[in-house]
């Protein structure tokens, strides 16, 4: 048995380490915990604050019947929510106690079903100190915030003294996972208020996108519950998750009995690490590209020079995911609100829209209502039994990159897919739209800006990174041939070029192409020089939708 350190500090460091500990309700957290708790070899004083929604909060009191639990260890039972949520207040004075009091020297958070473990790493990371101090006065001062005043200074003193960093360490980002419902949970329709109570009504996320945003961040992957699969179902959910996470430890579990020395005081969490890991941005930024799948699973990056369509875009996805857009509505204009597809343009010149009459807009009215009639009644149910039945898209596990439309010269979009959900938005400005000066000081990382840049339309591009199962056996050539369908063809492409020498190319791109997509919007802290006014004050941020 290892000796307990006597000290209050772990075998490492003098900041308290933490492992958190993420996965969906059922997959044996609750298990793992208990084993955590009831080991003697690590040698560590644990405690643990466990985080649950639901009023009954089961899981901490079973936890507070061990005999070993109430003697050696601290359990901190927090009633109020999610940890990402609601509780990340809570969450920061319990830590900052816990690694204050010195009466424990590891601390294992078991963050909710519901967590996304990113948004609990940064409140831990080093990154974020800066941010924590200014948030910290700004708090202090904040008299009108919901907390009783005592709890707000509390909380104001731990965020001015640079927040948790500086007193515990995120040691090891843990997800585990259910061997029996993990590849069917890329296969289902559900949010997340489906199978969760107490999951407030405008949480919208989906099952699927939430398992594969607590895979990606995780530094150990345990695939738990493996005495009720077949030993090639677990080979297809270790390729499943090498893909999602080339970089994580992956172990295999019953009743989620392993090594606990590969979870505890590891060292292995980088905030800068965690958020360059997931296999879509390995893929983009190391060029992979394998001529071999892993457990039947295969990965590819689609790049093209060229725009897509995007009515051709909407009528390729239209059938087979359950397409989810931040729907923009612009607060100054009186009275007026999009509904599904529709789309406001505030991207032209004002005076340019007025000279150019009803005609155009009559125009772009009837290709926006075009596709909005061309949508599918939504039916969950059906659009996934549609996308399984597909032969191109039923075997796509993820896809995840950066899509450039037609209509949309000054911005990228954002094109991120798990099973049937598939999420399209707007990211941020083209960096050929930047003035150079605003591009990254850093040679090394402007470099790489700029190794992106291509001819005469610089940054453009389509780049999206897909994994999913028989891409050697044709299924990468299906998708390929469904995107490239997409895309301008030539004629289509010189009249692109053409209309993006005219004055008012905006509503020459709406008139050629039309778009039913919703707008994206983005802060610019700069004038364009892109021949469209826009009324920038010094130092101003300006939005705009531009469709």
């Not at 200014?134 to 005043?149: C, F, I, Q, R, T």
């Not at 509390?154 to 360490?169: D, E, F, N, T, Y």
Request: aromatic share 6%; with cysteine.
């Amino acid at each position: 048995m290892v000796p307990i350190p006597k000290n209050g500090e772990s075998k490492k460091g003098s900041r308290l380490p933490v492992t958190l500990l993420s996965g969906f309700l059922g997959s044996g957290k609750t298990t793992l915990l208990e084993k955590i708790l009831t080991d003697p070899n690590h040698g560590f004083r644990i405690g643990v604050i466990v985080n649950d929604v639901g009023a009954l909060n089961i899981d901490a009191a079973l936890l507070s019947t061990h005999d070993v639990t109430r003697k050696e260890e601290q359990v901190v039972a927090m009633q109020n929510g999610c940890i990402c949520c609601t509780l990340r207040g809570d969450l920061l004075e319990e830590v900052a106690r816990l690694a204050e009091d010195k009466r424990v020297d590891y601390l294992v958070i078991e963050s909710s079903g519901v967590s996304e473990p990113m948004q609990v790493a940064e409140t831990f990371s080093e990154e974020f100190a800066e941010q924590s101090v200014a948030a910290g006065y700004g708090l202090e001062v904040d008299e009108e915030n919901e907390m009783d005043k005592e709890q707000r200074l509390r909380l104001a003193q731990i965020l001015k003294a640079g927040g948790l960093s500086k007193v515990a360490r995120l040691d090891t980002c843990v997800t585990i996972v259910d061997a029996v419902n993990f590849m069917q949970d890329f296969a289902t329709a559900d949010m997340l208020k489906d199978r969760q109570e107490d999951v407030p009504d405008e949480d919208d996320r989906d099952i699927s996108n939430l398992q594969v945003d607590q895979v990606e961040f995780a530094d150990v992957v345990v695939i738990n519950k493996c005495d009720l699969v077949s030993a090639d179902d677990i080979d297809h959910i270790k390729g499943t998750i090498r893909n999602l996470n080339p970089v994580a430890n992956i172990v295999t579990s019953v009743k989620a009995s392993f090594d606990l020395n590969t979870i505890l005081d590891t060292r292995m969490f980088s905030y800068e690490k965690a958020a360059l890991s997931p296999g879509w941005l390995r893929s983009i930024n190391e060029q992979i590209n394998p001529e071999t799948e892993e457990y039947g699973i295969g990965t590819f990056v689609y790049r093209s020079r060229r725009p897509f369509h995007p009515k051709r875009l909407w009528q390729m996805i239209r059938d087979v995911f359950i397409v989810i857009q931040t729907e923009y509505i612009d607060e100054e204009q009186d009275n007026q609100e999009g509904d599904g597809m529709d789309v406001d343009n505030a991207d032209g010149d004002e005076e340019e829209e007025e000279d150019e009459g009803d005609d155009g807009e009559d125009e772009d009215q009837d290709a926006d209502s075009e596709m909005e009639d061309e949508q599918p009644q939504l039916d969950t149910k059906a659009r996934l039994a549609s996308k399984l039945a597909d032969k191109t898209f039923g075997p796509l596990l993820r896809s995840k990159g950066f899509l450039w439309l037609a209509t949309r010269p000054l911005m990228f979009g954002e094109w991120s897919q798990a099973g049937v959900m598939l999420t399209i938005s707007g990211g941020d400005l083209w960096r050929c739209e930047m003035p150079e000066s605003e591009l990254p000081k850093d040679p090394k990382v402007r470099e790489a800006i700029l190794r992106d840049f291509d001819g005469k339309w610089g940054d453009r591009r389509q780049e999206i990174v897909f994994i999913g199962q028989q891409m050697r056996n044709g299924g990468e050539a299906r998708l390929r041939k469904a995107l490239d369908s997409c895309l301008l063809d030539d004629a289509e492409f010189r009249d692109w070029e053409r209309a993006m020498a005219a004055k008012n190319r905006q509503k020459v791109l709406d008139r050629l192409f039309g778009d039913g997509f919703e707008d994206w919007v983005v802060e610019v802290p700069h004038d364009h020089e892109d021949g469209e006014e826009h009324d920038h004050g010094p130092g101003q941020i300006h939005r705009y939708a531009v469709n």
